[in-house]
């Protein structure tokens, strides 16, 4: 998927992520009392599941709901249709159309789940259908990886300064930051600071090793220019690192689910979202 080989082991955890058995919804408590549902503040998210439902998106003031799935099928099916409009109103992620999904699933499965608008991923609609499903949900909006695409030569010459960052480019992370998958590079720094040789980047501070290793200024063309987005306060949201011959290794995102990719120099600044600025740094 994106051109990037994913082995079963990993497609298995990817399935579990995707679709628990047990799932977390999330309410205000106005809405749970209506809804008749009982929250459960004892129990915590995994690193892997903050980052399937997006929580960073969500009120802190919701309340969390736990539910099975042969729970959540119990409930009648106007408790079923308020509880899913809440997760797609309160930004929470894995709810995805029905319209978008009835080419691979039971159309009426998804429509009868709910309010035959949205729907909420189970075991039962991941696990039949897991070589189509995964392939898709982690495509989606993100372009193919192109490390094939990059000549031998260009490879070679950037090993001088980023060390790691062909072993690194094509592959998935073990899991999220901060479970005992992390496999270090687990963010966009993390994957900058990974190819240029650091090890354990996770644990280190992005812009003290920017400060430490680099200078102010580059070139797109060359190996080892840190690309580095910062919004209108100063922080910085995004870091790329240059391969030389036009291309780039980045990470698009912090989740589980986003790879460790080589794209064009090109598309990756046409990607960057609006109101960000660019700064460049140099590898010394």
Known sequence: ??????????LRRWAGWLAPSCQPFFLAAAEAGRLGLAADAARELSPELRDTYEVWN???DLETVWLGEDAFHTLPRDVR??????????????????????????????????????FVWWPSLVEPHRADVLPRWVSEGLLPCRRRSVPEEIWRAAAAVLPNARA????????SRGSALDSGATNCFATV?????VRNAADESFEAWLAARCT?????????????WRDASGAATHAAVTLGGGWVLHKPGQEWYSPRQVISVTDVMRLAPPGLTLHRHTLR
Do not use: Y
């Open 58 to 60: 969500l009120a802190t």
């Open 168 to 175: 690194l480019s094509g592959t998935f992370a073990g899991g």
């Open 193 to 197: 600071m990974t190819a240029a040789g």
């Open 81 to 118: 249709v308020e509880l899913v409009r809440a997760q797609e109103r309160h930004g929470r992620g894995a709810v995805p159309t029905v319209d978008g999904w009835t080419d691979l699933l039971d159309a009426q499965a998804l429509r009868e789940q709910a309010d035959e608008q949205h």
């Open 216 to 228: 102010a200024g580059g070139t797109d063309d060359v190996p080892g220019s840190v690309l580095v």
């Open 1 to 10: 998927m994106l051109g990037i080989t994913v082995n079963e082991t990993l």
